[in-house]
């Protein structure tokens, strides 16, 4: 299983201040010494965290292969384009939310995906796309081309969050799931159920696997389970830990979970 940190929320810190501290580009020497295997960068329309300038700078300096999420916007796309990185991830993207809401609606988008995902490679550049697990938007995203998706694992993670921590107490409670335990936990396993299948899908596809988000220290076991799954983007809960622990021993953390033990 390989590990994508994703290091949006660096930039973040330091957009709350408009200054040049937490560097990302610092992150991205801490997450290589650490164990990660890529560096995952999200490039939003409205660049509140990382700019353009990050994404060059850590293109220029960074020692591990570099996937850059971004929406279909074409100026976000020509960007992308010249800054040349290993992997573009095509996401939805909506000016008002938190933090990715939803998968890519590859179906309704067709034409224009399968352009993109031309264009980059021409440029030899991977093109994976964040998607939901239904099977339609599976085929499709076979169909335009992409080399690659990541499934959404934020439904799993918020069931599994109303579950089995304190969310439910704080004033952060998923309204739409103040729902009975017993009706959680049927979901939440309806909701493994689904992304194991749509994995599968995917793999017999030809396409190869990758999921992410709201992934944690507490949920991934179900994910880990499903073989052809074989690298996980994860962003939010190594940053939060690392400002208890410090990055390098967050991100290790992380990789001893998700990582087989090698025996000598
Ligand atoms: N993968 C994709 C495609 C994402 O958009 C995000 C969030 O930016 C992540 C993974 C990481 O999610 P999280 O920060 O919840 O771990």
């Known amino acids: 299983m390989l590990l994508g940190v994703n290091i949006d929320h660096i930039a973040t810190l330091r957009e709350a201040r408009k200054i040049n501290d937490p560097d990302p580009l610092e992150a991205v020497f801490i997450a290589k010494r650490a164990g990660a ?3 995952t960068l999200h490039l939003r329309e409205d660049r509140r965290h990382i700019h353009d300038k990050d994404v060059l700078r850590i293109r220029d300096s960074s020692a591990l292969p570099l996937n850059i999420e971004c929406s279909i916007n074409p100026s976000v796309i020509d960007f992308i384009l010249k800054a040349s ?5 095509l996401v939805p993207e909506n000016r008002q939310e938190i933090t990715t809401e939803g998968g890519l609606d590859v179906v309704q988008n067709f034409d224009k995906i399968a352009e993109i995902t031309r264009t ?16 339609d938007q599976i085929c499709a995203s076979k169909e335009v ?5 990541e499934l959404h694992t934020g439904t799993y993670a918020n069931l599994h969050l109303m579950l089995n921590s304190n969310l439910p107490y704080t004033h952060n409670v998923i309204e739409e799931l103040k729902i009975p335990a017993s009706e959680l936990k049927t979901r939440l396993q309806d909701s ?6 749509g994995a599968k899908e995917a793999k017999w596809l030809g396409l190869e696997v990758a999921a992410g988000h709201g ?16 690298e996980l983007n994860i962003g939010q809960s190594i940053i939060a ?6 990055l390098e021993s967050a991100i290790k953390e992380m990789v001893a979970l998700i990582k087989p033990k090698i025996k000598a």
């Open 37 to 39: 295997d890529q560096i």
């Open 85 to 89: 990185p290993h992997r573009i991830t």
């Open 120 to 135: 980059f490679q021409q440029r030899y550049i991977e093109v994976s796309l964040f998607i939901d697990t239904q099977i």
């Open 145 to 149: 081309g992409a080399q690659r998706v």
């Open 192 to 197: 493994i159920v689904s992304l194991h299948d």
């Open 215 to 230: 992934l944690n220290y507490n949920n991934l076991t179900p994910i880990l389970a499903i073989p052809e799954i074989t």
């Open 241 to 246: 830990r690392s400002i208890f622990t410090g």
